[in-house]
């Protein structure tokens, strides 16, 4: 199908109506195939009309002409329990010189569930009048996945909140840099955030979202407190969210889970990067022998495309609590280690827990997931995210330096090597070839990494590593900023080194540019090794190498659950539990190649 001028009118609009429909199921997803090439080719955008609702919701939209080739389009349709069509709206500006067509229109998974004849077992659901047999997991989420409102009905509104008459009983914490905006319809920014929400799944429905534009800045925090929670004992409870993670500059939303009021608490979950224009459901199980809270967190990236949404929270299995949470004093270290070994039956191939004594795998030691309650696993091991502020290096380290004596001290101040540096610091014949400002803070003050080249000679080259990392998962990557600008500028590269072999990961040289340039290095599944940096100087003084903002992504290693995979998930062959969305994609994402196997 494919549009025709006929007359030169300002603003024509030409309209394809799609047939009615009664109602769609909470996986449905619409996809189609365009054409918009021209010079002149303007705008086309795809609309949701509900019946009873005046205000269409917008789906879809291309602004412009996107070269002569067919695009395909998924639109994320979801749980729509009303009657609705679709429009699909081309606008003209008088003068048209291009062609805009559509083509193979396609909806999946778009049926209610079936009905069952039986629905055994305890992690099932059997639907009240549409006799469809569900996921336990899908009861009380704010979704009607049965077709008949049966798995929503007697909830505990205190266990969840759909964002649609306020906060509930959430919170926005005190003590981060700015607040999560409720809001309806689109974010005010194009090509980034929910063109809707995802309870109603039109402009009407309210969620939460995080605005990454002026006066933001990059790792900017905003975190949404939940209630507070009795101790699950021998049960779990189940957190569920719907994330909305779209534009090129997202960077991370992340879930803590805290039995303390003053602190930041334990990672539980996070996702990094753009996710596409889709709303994803997030599942979480929890245990805690104390009270415990759960924080939302939504980090800025490095631009204005980079806003955040969340919809739909809830919780199965939890008990509210009536207390407050204690508070633990600020004068020591949150996590402090004892000097001393406490008395335990660990062999020498295992890892003592500082605090308790448990004994741990080795490779369980610095594995970016603490095992150890106290986390001294994770201890003396480099951090997950690194922007070198307050003048720490995060567990990195320059083997060079460390093998020299003492007494050398005054060679190494001449010495080409890694040191902290900032804008501030300069000197004025600096300040043609250095960083003027960190990438973090983007000010004179903000710190990053450089090698100083008005050190050493021509082709020295100076080493910062990680301590050994045991294990890293499937999907692992490492995130950089990295600054080269000078005339002599040398070179950067990024070294994988286990036992005596050492491989080049990455490598860049010469000018880049007085900028930051982000660089991605993907890793997988890796163990017992180290990440170095190595700078190699040029010919002359006229050119630093600086780095900021290391961190690794999605490198913690799979973990076999004690509980059955859910509906979203895969079950590998050696029983780690993926999600379904990352079957065939070319990723060794179960370590064993079973999720990309042709049997599937």
């Known amino acids: 199908m494919f549009i025709l001028k006929t007359s030169n009118s300002i603003s024509q609009i030409a309209r394809l109506r799609s047939p009615k429909f009664r109602q769609s199921g909470s996986n449905c997803t619409l996809s189609f195939w365009y054409y918009n090439y021209g010079e002149s080719v303007g705008a086309a955008e795809l609309l949701l009309l509900v019946e009873g609702l005046k205000q269409p919701t917008v789906l879809w939209r291309t602004y412009y002409n996107e070269g002569n080739q067919w695009l395909k389009a998924l639109i994320q349709l979801g749980r729509l329990p009303y009657n609705f069509q679709f429009s699909l709206d ?33 992690n099932r659901f059997w639907c009240r009048d549409t006799k469809a047999c569900i996921d336990s997991l899908l009861v009380c989420d704010l979704v009607d996945d049965c077709g008949d409102g049966s798995d929503e009905d007697s909830c505990d509104p205190d266990l969840q909140c759909n ?16 607040d999560w905006i409720r809001i309806q319809g689109p974010t005010p920014t194009v090509n980034t955030g929910p063109l809707k929400d995802h309870t109603t799944g039109t402009a009407r429905g309210h969620y939460l979202y995080l605005e990454s534009s002026a006066p933001r800045q990059f790792l900017d925090k905003a975190v949404l407190l939940s209630p507070l929670f009795n101790p699950t004992g021998n049960g779990t409870c189940v957190f569920r969210f719907h994330y909305h993670m779209f534009g090129k500059e997202v960077y991370m939303l992340s879930v803590f889970q805290r039995t303390v009021s003053n602190a930041k608490g334990w990672l539980l979950w996070y996702k990094f990067g753009n996710q596409e224009n889709r709303w994803i459901r997030q599942t979480l199980f929890m245990r805690s022998s104390k009270p415990f809270q759960i924080l939302v967190k939504g980090t800025v990236g490095d631009g204005f495309t980079g806003d955040i949404g969340l919809d739909d929270v809830s919780f199965q299995g939890c008990a509210l609590y009536n207390g407050n949470l204690p508070t633990v004093s600020t004068t020591t270290s949150g996590t402090s280690v004892p000097a001393t070994l406490p008395m335990n039956n660990c062999t020498e191939k295992e890892f003592v827990c500082r605090a308790s004594g ?35 290096l995060c567990g990195w380290h320059q083997p060079a330096l460390e093998q020299m004596p003492e007494n050398y001290s005054i060679l190494t101040t001449k010495k080409f090597k890694w040191q902290l540096g900032r804008g501030a610091n300069l000197y004025p014949e600096q300040e043609e070839h250095c960083p003027l400002t960190d990438h973090t803070m983007c000010t004179e003050e903000g710190w990053y990494l450089f090698a100083d080249s008005s050190n050493g ?23 950089f900023w990295n600054h080269m600008n000078g005339s002599t500028i040398g070179s950067l590269e990024v070294l994988y ?92 994402d179960c370590e064993d190649n079973s999720d990309e196997s042709p049997s599937i």
């Open 457 to 479: 000679e021509f082709g020295h080259t100076a080493d910062i590593a990680t301590p050994v990392i045991s294990l890293t998962g499937p999907r692992c990557k490492i995130i």
């Open 358 to 392: 448990h004994c741990i795998q080795m490779i369980q030691k610095c594995d970016f997931r603490p095992d150890c309650s106290d986390k001294s696993d994770e201890s003396a091991c480099v951090m997950e995210v690194c922007d070198f502020e307050d003048k720490d």
């Open 163 to 178: 964002f649609e008459n306020g906060l509930c009983n959430w919170e926005q914490d005190v003590e981060d840099d700015f």
């Open 90 to 122: 081309k606008i003209s500006l008088g003068f048209y010189e291009g062609v805009s067509a559509i083509d193979d229109i396609t909806f999946e998974n778009c049926a209610l569930p079936p009905p069952a004849l039986s629905c055994e077992g305890p």
């Open 497 to 588: 080194k286990s036992s005596n072999k050492t491989s080049t990961l990455w490598t860049q040289s010469g000018s880049q540019g007085h900028q930051w340039n982000r660089a991605e290095v993907f890793l997988g599944i890796r163990s017992n090794f180290q990440v170095i940096f190595r700078a190699k100087r040029g010919v002359s003084y006229m050119g630093d190498v600086a780095v900021d903002d290391i961190t690794f992504e999605d490198c913690s290693p799979l973990l076999i659950s004690d509980k059955p995979c859910t509906s979203e998930e895969f079950m590998c062959a050696n029983k780690y539990c993926i999600p379904k969305n990352n079957l065939c994609d070319f990723v060794n």
